[in-house]
């Protein structure tokens, strides 16, 4: 994505064709002229002491933007916007084999492997030479320049991954350094795991606020060694370099793709306009400037932009000069480089570099220009990327337990598009519209090919011998459309005698008992489990409201929807072993049926004033008898007792009336307040049961409310629909839920870091300069992927999210997330499109309606933690659910429960699975990660240990090998190799921090200190 507008100037074509006419005719005399092949030394290596300018060649491939992937791989499309990778991969071999001093490097594996896969052995070795030699360079490695605010750390990981392993088998590189140039904003979680621990020796981007560009312009701190996060403090920093200009652009004047207008470097005497002198002195004033903001005398030019080099020679044969002349010239010296030759430099010059901690959000490029609205941009992408992560997770898994089949189906075309979609214009939000769909579609086939894995692996496993399973006695089938309570696989007429079996996947690595909830037909039905023992359930009706929203959106996903109609939610409780599942039953009985819920209606038209109050268990939610708006929040249990409000409101979007910054799918630029979204009154419908109770609200004609209180669980879970977003007053709106409470948090408030260490945050402030505050709103918003929490000195209030979202704290005792957004404008970044998403149905579309759910708990000091590592890391990894219809004779499966893991071992509370997968060889690749940072708990904030044998209870393991975060290679080769960089002002010893110990081979413990990841390839037998 190109921050700003290139306007390209394209020379006039009459006076052009008469130049050719003149060239013809001269032809003669050219002739006429001595033969003059000119040789360039470009062979220039760095000089010490002097002015060493690192000219970068590069290309910056977008993995989808304005043009899909494969329209910009192939460069069709090219009405959008002029591109082809294609181009620019076949343009560049010649070109390097031209001059064996040019380099170049390469980012997105998502589009070299698609070349890749396209070319003859002759070509794949001429390749191979380039990479061994160092002129071609695969940098950041991951199949796309993943984004960082909106981004899961575990899909973050897969996708690094993906693309270093490829790397790994077919070329046996690893790639030293992070590449982040174009994301907008830098995360914590990039530098310490995506950079650090994947053994990256420095990490470069574009991209930081202005006001802190500024600062680190005039005080040199442009360069600096950051340390993301503070459990891992010093073993997982990296030396980190933010451009000087703020793109990833060469300085103005040194563009040479064939449509620039830069003055190429005219040094033939015999032709017109010789140049070379005043290219030279542009050169040398380009690099002064520069050099007078950066500490040492090595600066480094980005040669290149968004899909340049689709014809490489022009160049690389304007940079041959350059480097020729300048160095003869002798003021500076060039060099043909790459960010690994720069670093090592750096790195040479054995000098102390200024620390940083946190994080580089949010990012604003102007006054008034927060990037802070695609944190929520396309909400419904967003929400299905987490949802697709979360299955694949579990699906690989269940492939490994099954046994990978090579000839498929596999897990691999989820895991692609999974990775595409983590792109910096495609999880974000910022792409075009044509091109959100394009990413829709690739995780819904990778879905359907993943479907059937796990339909498959369940099926097998449940039979009695998993080692010979051909045929499959039973079919299982799934629903990905669930939220929206469309599940024809449980819209059986029961009532005939067919029973319905429930299979519950648990993908973590402890025991769970969680409320699964199923629509059904019948109103006599009743759930047992594999034992046969009846167990409690509850029936709620589904409301008229829901059925109206299923059948639009079952018609808009699938171009049908189902003639059944269920009436009711099933709703029981599932208690599912880890890496494992139950088995139930249900079916249609009068006697020992579900308990139907009791439905209460409260309009508040007469004078009804005494408090409605929800939940059965620990935890009371009371809603006012006047109005009926939540006022309180109880529980027995902890002793928390707090009144709190909740509400919807929205900003309207700034249109372009004041100036061009309008709100768009980039940037959040509210115009006014935050006017509430309710009725004085808001009628309630109350349904109260024994497994939980819930409060259903129209809170206005375009936002519905559910408020759910389970009996055994001790938050409360807020379910939206929000939209469509009206837009016929002519404004665009940015809609927020906002909780209130008399917490007195002073300003701070803490979000997560990719799902992983959380960051305080103060309000109207940052560490790192002094904030000039012109948005007040938009300026404080940060994103927020696991939740975000507040505290004072008694209790404090965590909200968790179900998606990427948007949020802040814009007053003390407050939490606000930001769930849709609809605007009218576009933001001027480039996409050119309103973000104004629209569902047709018939030819008739409407604006987007968004599903989700949020999460709500108040607790005392000190003990939010918990709910927020283990419930947030249930809330990643759902249970998956498979049905099958059996007839009325059937019993129970051979095989009705089962844990992977040893029946008496389950993970402890502070670590989770965040890998489980069989690799193309057979071995497995196993991650574990701990949940807790340092302090974070008094109980949990500790080292873990993992016994292996009891996780992988059903095999034996022949050996252990503990690798880097992208499991490229070996941990211990990769420290080895790592530089260890100087911080000013601290010893060269900053002390150690813990990390668990080697694994010993016979005992096969693994010992995990807080916030630490680690990586293994498990062989076997
Ligand atoms: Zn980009």
Not at 113 to 118: N, P, S
Not at 327 to 335: E, M, P, S, T, Y
Not at 426 to 441: L, P, R, S
Not at 942 to 949: G, Y
Request: hydrophobic share 35%; proline share 4%; with cysteine.
């Amino acid at each position: 994505m190109l921050k700003q507008l290139n306007f390209l100037q394209f020379p006039a074509m009459a006076s052009f064709r008469g130049f050719r006419l003149a060239l013809t005719a001269c032809v003669v005399c050219v002739l006429a002229v001595d033969a003059k092949y000119m040789v360039y030394n470009t062979s220039g290596g760095v000089v010490p002491g002097k002015l060493n300018v690192h000219l970068v060649p590069h290309s910056h491939d977008d993995v989808g933007w304005l043009k899909t992937i494969d329209q910009y791989y192939v460069g069709s499309n090219n009405s959008i916007q002029v591109a082809c990778v294609q181009n620019v991969l076949d343009s560049l071999i010649p070109a390097l084999l031209a001059d064996k001093n040019r380099k170049f490097i390469f980012a997105e594996q998502a589009f070299f492997q698609r070349w890749w896969r396209d070319q003859s052995e002759a070509m794949k070795n001429t390749v191979k030479m380039l990479v061994n030699s160092g002129q071609l360079e695969f940098i950041n490695g991951g199949m796309c320049m993943h984004d960082e605010a909106t981004t899961h750390y575990i899909d973050m990981i897969d996708q690094t991954t993906l693309g270093h392993r490829f790397l790994k088998e077919d070329f046996n590189v690893t790639p030293r350094i992070g590449w982040q140039i174009d994301p907008f904003g830098h995360s914590a979680v990039q530098a310490y795991l995506l950079g650090a621990e994947v053994g990256f020796d420095s990490l470069f981007f574009a991209r930081i606020d202005y006001q802190d560009r500024a600062k680190r312009s005039s005080d040199k701190t442009l360069e600096v060694i950051w340390q993301g996060s503070k459990s891992r403090g010093s073993s997982s920093q990296i030396f980190t370099g933010a451009f000087y200009a703020g793109n990833y652009e060469p300085p103005t004047g040194f563009y040479f793709e064939i449509d620039s207008d830069s003055p190429v470097v005219q040094d033939d005497m015999d032709l017109f306009d010789y140049n070379v002198q005043e290219r030279v002195d542009a050169f040398v004033a380009a690099a002064i400037s520069q050099a007078n903001v950066t500490r040492s005398n090595h600066i480094m030019w980005t040669m290149g932009t968004d899909f340049k080099y689709q014809y490489s020679h022009t160049w690389f044969r304007n940079m041959d000069k350059l480097i020729h002349y300048v160095n003869q010239d002798g003021r500076v010296n060039a060099l043909y480089s790459t960010p690994s030759i720069y670093t090592d430099a750096k790195y040479d010059l054995h000098e102390s570099w200024p620390l940083k901690t946190e994080d580089y959000f949010p990012y604003s490029d102007r006054e008034n220009s927060y990037w802070t609205g695609y944190f929520t941009s396309r909400p419904a992408l967003k929400g299905y990327v987490r949802m697709m992560s979360g299955y694949y997770l579990a699906a690989r898994q269940l492939e490994l337990f099954k046994g990978r089949n090579e000839s498929g189906p596999t897990t691999d075309s989820l895991a692609d598009a999974l990775a595409i979609v983590q792109h910096h214009d495609a999880v974000t939000g910022t792409e075009k519209q044509h091109v959100a769909h394009d990413y829709a579609k690739r995780l819904s086939i990778g879905y359907k090919e993943s479907e059937e894995v796990v339909a498959t692996a369940l099926g097998c496993m449940t039979q009695a011998s998993t080692s010979e399973c051909k045929s499959l006695v039973t079919n299982f089938k799934q629903c990905p459309l669930l939220n929206i309570s469309y599940c024809p696989p449980t819209e059986v007429d029961l009532s005939l005698g067919k029973k319905l079996v429930v299979l519950v996947y648990n993908p973590m690595g402890w025991k769970r008992t969680e409320i699964v909830r199923i629509p059904v037909v019948n109103e006599n039905v009743n759930v047992r489990d594999a034992a046969g023992q009846l167990i409690l359930s509850q029936l709620i009706p589904i409301v008229n409201a829901s059925i109206a929203n299923t059948k639009s959106y079952a018609s808009a996903y699938l171009g049908k929807s189902s003639n059944v109609n269920p009436k009711y939610w099933l709703a029981f409780t599932a208690v599912v072993p880890p890496l494992g599942f139950s088995s139930y039953t249900i079916s249609s009985d009068k006697l020992g049926a579900s308990v139907m819920s009791k439905q209460l209606l409260y309009t508040f038209e007469w004078s009804q004033t005494s408090p409605i109050e929800i939940g059965s268990g620990s935890l009371k939610l009371v809603h006012s008898g006047i109005n009926g708006k939540l006022m309180q929040y109880i529980n027995s249990r902890s002793l928390v007792n707090i009144s709190v409000e909740q509400s919807y409101g929205y900003f309207t979007g700034y249109d372009r009336s004041v100036d061009f910054q309008a709100s768009g799918a980039y940037v959040f630029r509210p115009n006014g307040s935050f006017p509430e979204l309710s009725e004085e009154k808001v009628p309630l419908t109350v349904f109260r049961g024994p497994l939980f109770d819930e409060v259903h609200q129209m809170i206005n004609s375009w936002i519905y409310q559910i408020t759910r209180v389970y009996k055994e669980k001790e938050h409360a879970e807020f379910e939206f629909v929000v939209g469509p977003i009206p837009t016929d007053d002519g404004f665009g709106k940015e809609v927020v839920t906002r909780i209130k409470s008399k917490i007195g948090n002073n300003k701070i408030f803490y979000t997560d870091s990719n799902g992983r260490d959380f960051l305080e945050r103060i309000r109207d402030h940052r560490t790192d300069w002094d904030l000039q505050v012109n948005q007040p709103i938009a300026g404080n918003y940060y994103p927020i992927n696991l939740g975000a929490y507040i505290k004072d000195e008694n209790s404090e209030l965590s909200v968790l999210v179900d998606r990427s979202v948007g949020g802040s704290s814009i007053a003390d005792g407050e939490l606000e997330i930001m769930l849709h957004r609809r605007l009218l404008y576009d933001d001027s970044r480039g996409v050119a499109e309103a973000l104004n998403e629209t569902v047709c149905v018939k030819e008739k579309c409407l604006g987007l309606t968004i599903q989700g759910k949020y999460y709500v708990r108040i607790d005392p000091l000190g003990e939010g933690s918990k709910w927020r590592r283990s419930f947030g890391q249930e809330i990643y990894s759902p249970f998956i659910l498979a049905f099958s219809e059996q007839d009325d004779e059937w019993t129970n499966f051979p095989t009705p429960t089962f844990s992977a893991m040893d029946p008496s071992y389950s993970l402890p509370n502070n670590v989770a699975i965040i890998t489980l997968q069989e690799l193309e060889n057979g071995n497995v690749l196993f991650r574990l990660a701990h949940l807790y940072e340092v302090g974070e708990h008094k109980d949990f904030s500790v080292m873990a240990t993992v016994d292996l044998k009891g996780v992988f209870a059903k095999k034996k393991i022949n050996k252990v090998k503990e690798m880097s975060l992208s499991a490229n290679q070996e941990r211990e080769e990769m420290e080895k190799k790592r530089l260890s960089w100087k911080v000013e002002g601290s010893n060269t010893n900053q002390g150690t921090v813990p990390r668990g110990g080697p694994v010993d081979p016979v005992k096969l413990v693994v010992e995990l200190s807080p916030m630490e990841i680690r990586t293994f390839i498990i062989e076997l037998n």
